[in-house]
């Protein structure tokens, strides 16, 4: 018996067993190339399948090619995509870990690439990037749009994936701006009521089952909360989710927050664990299918008591699964201590935001965790016991090295010892017990 009984026991998601309870949820890492999958992103998603995720949903993907929300996302807009997505879900399915890709349209959201044409949204409401208004989308684009997010989840099916993600959390890209009053300002039967504004989402939730059946997982990702002045509410949302569920949705990803408040879909470091736990936990009383949450959920204990406590159903664990590829199989073997601490500050998003590829503060590996063996074995002398000293030592030792850390001082860790001690910043002392361990 492994210390993690509720975390570890098979859950049934529609017709798919999955392993366990711990769902990677999107994560974009600009390693795309022009929207096609690369060798870079099969080693990266099959890296947390061999570590033990029981499902992943992918990064963003587009269905279609007008708009580009990073630079390096992945897309499967057309047929010629499929052969890169067979390639990244044999590589995951190997370790009989399932997965599902996140279809998005990221509408006012996109990227400023050059030539993109005026960005559509909800209304003519608009953030982020865009350096001028965008337009409504019209209701025959809309058509198009949906219809697009159904032969793009049909492609992820012949190319052998378990299902897909429909995002319409955090008041992001075309659905989430649909849904929450802070975009929609539209009177036509896509704006006005909730129910006018979640029309969208449930079309395309109609779509994607008329072009992949039943035997096709999908699940919505919403905020369970946006905490924000005239935003959506935990009891909207509950209503939205009962209307999700009687579409034939097979679980329910509980996120929180928008990207207004960016803190509050993207918690920072000192921010509670699973901090919209409350609202997947008031809507598992609601539906009768799985419901997951997200967020600062970096240690096993932490995720056998949301689910163990009835707060939900999966965890789902982002950047620990970017942090540590091995967090499922280290905490299956009850090795907690081997686990590389996330430390929640951000950089792998600010990263990507710019444009550049993923990047990791505490995992210097990120993109590929293998360390090749060293052709030639030599000593190897590091000066410093500070956290790129002992990075180096362990990388060092790993490659086959013979290795000689020094330090000066009388204990290891550096400047992570002072950059420890504001409020907030606990959670350094927990790299730093890493690091030397
Ligand atoms: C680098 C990075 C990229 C992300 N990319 C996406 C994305 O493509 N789609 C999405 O819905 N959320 C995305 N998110 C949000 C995560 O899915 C998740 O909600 C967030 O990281 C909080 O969970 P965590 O603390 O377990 O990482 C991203 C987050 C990070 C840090
Ligand atoms: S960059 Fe920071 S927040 Fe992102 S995974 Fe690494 S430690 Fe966690």
Not at 22 to 34: E, L, Q, R, V, Y
Not at 245 to 257: L, P
Not at 346 to 371: A, F, H, W, Y
Not at 405 to 433: F, Y
């Amino acid at each position: 018996m492994n210390n993690f009984p509720h975390l570890f026991e098979p859950i049934e998601i529609g017709k798919t067993t999955v392993k366990n309870r711990i769902f990677m949820p999107p994560i974009s890492t600009n390693m795309a190339d022009k929207g096609y999958v690369t060798d870079d992103l099969v080693a990266h998603y099959s890296a947390r399948a061999k570590g033990g995720v029981g499902l992943i949903v992918t990064e963003v993907v587009t269905v279609e090619p007008t708009y580009v929300y990073l630079p390096g996302d992945m897309s499967i807009y057309d047929d010629s995509f499929i052969p890169g997505w067979k390639k990244l879900v044999d590589g995951v399915h190997q370790y009989g870990t399932k997965i599902l890709a996140q279809l998005f349209h990221p509408a006012y959201m996109a990227f400023p690439v050059p030539g993109t044409p005026q960005l559509i949204a909800p209304s003519c409401v608009g953030p982020y990037y865009a350096q001028s208004a965008p337009r409504p989308a019209t209701i025959e684009e809309l058509h198009t749009i949906v219809d697009q997010f159904g032969q793009a989840a049909h492609r992820v099916q012949i190319a052998g994936g378990d299902g897909v993600e429909i995002q319409c959390a955090h008041a992001h890209g075309l659905l989430g701006g649909f849904l929450t009053p802070l975009y929609n300002k539209r009177t036509d039967e896509y704006g006005g009521s909730l129910d006018g504004r979640l029309r969208l989402c449930l079309e395309v939730i109609a779509s994607v089952r008329k072009y992949c059946g039943d035997d096709f997982i999908i699940d919505v990702r919403i905020s369970g909360d946006e905490y924000s002045e005239g935003g959506l509410t935990l009891n909207d949302q509950i209503y939205v989710c009962k209307q999700l569920e009687k579409a034939g949705v097979d679980f329910i990803h509980v996120s929180g927050g928008n990207t207004i408040k960016r803190g509050s879909s993207m918690p920072a470091p000192g921010t509670s664990p699973a901090p919209h736990a409350h609202s997947s936990e008031e809507i598992k009383k609601h539906v009768n299918i799985p419901v997951a949450t997200v967020a600062r959920i970096n240690e096993p204990w932490i995720a056998e008591e949301l689910i163990a406590n009835e707060k939900c159903d999966m965890c789902m664990i982002g950047r620990p699964n970017l942090c540590d590829s091995e967090f499922a199989n280290k905490a299956f073997e009850g090795k907690v201590d081997d686990i590389r601490p996330c430390i929640g500050c951000g950089r792998c998003l600010t990263g990507i935001m710019m444009g550049k590829r993923i990047s990791c503060t505490v995992n210097p590996s990120v993109e590929d965790d293998t360390i090749a063996p060293a052709e030639t074995k030599k000593k190897v002398l590091v000066i410093g016991g500070g956290p790129a000293g002992m990075e180096a030592a362990y990388v060092a030792k790993k490659r086959g090295h013979e290795v000689v850390l020094c330090e000066k001082s009388n204990e290891l860790g550096g400047q992570l010892r002072l950059a420890a001690v504001p409020i907030a910043k606990q959670e350094l002392c927990k790299v730093i017990k890493f690091m030397i361990r």
